[in-house]
Each structure stands twice: as structure tokens, then as C-alpha cells.
């Protein structure tokens, strides 16, 4: 018998980073959000996030399509908030097309627990570009990669 186990942090965020996840609502949008990684067979080990992005860890216990994994992430939570309960979440208009997905090993799992469930304290005084700089630095990414990440791009840098 095969054994297969993955962990996965992944971060999307909204259209310029928008501040458009209402805090009062944030929580009904990751138990929506839980229950459509479960049908992918992705285990949702902490969701949390603040009014512009969302950080995801999963555990996948057979391979799993990342790209359209987060695609279905994307897709359901825009139909969540705009379909679905749009008066929660009026100011929301769409996701960033890009996204960040790391892969963790099982001796880091619970440090990413931590740090996702304190999104609120972690952004006092920081925002999300310098968070995710950090993130990819920690992870290795090339950091010229880090300058042409649309993620990290606002309304005025595009127009």
C-alpha cells in the first residue's frame, strides 16, 4: 500500500488587495470554504486570514492538483460572496488571479497553525506585501520572482 501525505500553506488574496472580507462574516466564508477542500479530499488544518487575503493549511492524503485546487478555492468563495451573500460582503468584487501554495513538512505544521490563526496580531503595524516577502524568503523563493509578483501589485501600479 502507498502512503501519501501532504502539507500545504497556501495564501490567496483580493483583486489589488482590497480590503472586501467583512470581519463579522469572515468565519461563515472558511466553513463554506472547509467544505468545498473536504470534497477535493484536502483537510483543512487552519483557515484564517484579514480584509485582503486568506491563508490556507491543508493536509492531502493522495495527490492533489494544486492549481486547481485553488482555482475551486477561488471560484466557491466568489460565489459565496457574490452569489450567495453578497450583503455580507458588498465591497468584494474578485480574487487575485495569482497565488502563493508552499509545501511544509510535518515538523513545521504547527508553527503554520499558529501563525495562521493569528493573522489579526501578526498584520498590527505590517502589511501583507512585507508579509509575503517574508514568507517567500523563508521558503526560498528567488527574490527577483518577488518583484514581479502581481500579488504584490496595487490599482496604481497597473493603470
Known amino acids: 500500500m502507498s502512503i501519501i501525505c501532504f502539507y500545504y500553506h497556501i495564501v490567496i488574496c483580493t483583486k489589488y488587495r482590497k480590503m472586501t472580507i467583512n470581519d463579522l462574516h469572515k468565519h461563515d466564508l472558511y466553513r463554506y470554504l472547509n467544505g468545498v477542500m473536504k470534497k477535493s479530499d484536502a483537510h483543512v488544518l487552519a483557515i484564517n486570514g484579514t480584509a485582503n487575503h486568506i491563508h490556507i493549511l491543508i493536509k492531502c492524503e493522495r495527490s492533489v492538483d494544486i492549481s486547481a485546487l485553488v ?3 477561488k471560484l466557491a468563495a466568489h460565489h459565496f460572496m457574490r452569489k ?3 450583503q455580507w460582503f458588498p465591497t468584494f468584487t474578485e ?5 502563493a501554495a508552499f509545501s511544509c513538512s510535518t515538523h513545521n505544521r504547527e508553527r503554520i497553525i499558529n501563525y495562521i490563526a493569528h493573522q489579526e496580531q501578526h498584520h498590527y ?3 501583507f506585501e512585507a508579509e509575503l516577502k517574508d514568507i517567500y524568503q523563508r521558503a526560498g523563493v528567488d527574490p527577483t ?8 501589485e ?3 501600479n497597473t493603470q
Open 154 to 156: 496595487d490599482e496604481q
Open 71 to 73: 482555482r475551486n478555492i
Open 95 to 99: 480574487w487575485s488571479p495569482e497565488y
Open 84 to 86: 450567495m451573500h453578497p
Open 125 to 127: 503595524g505590517r502589511t
Open 145 to 152: 520572482r518577488i518583484a514581479h509578483d502581481t500579488m504584490l
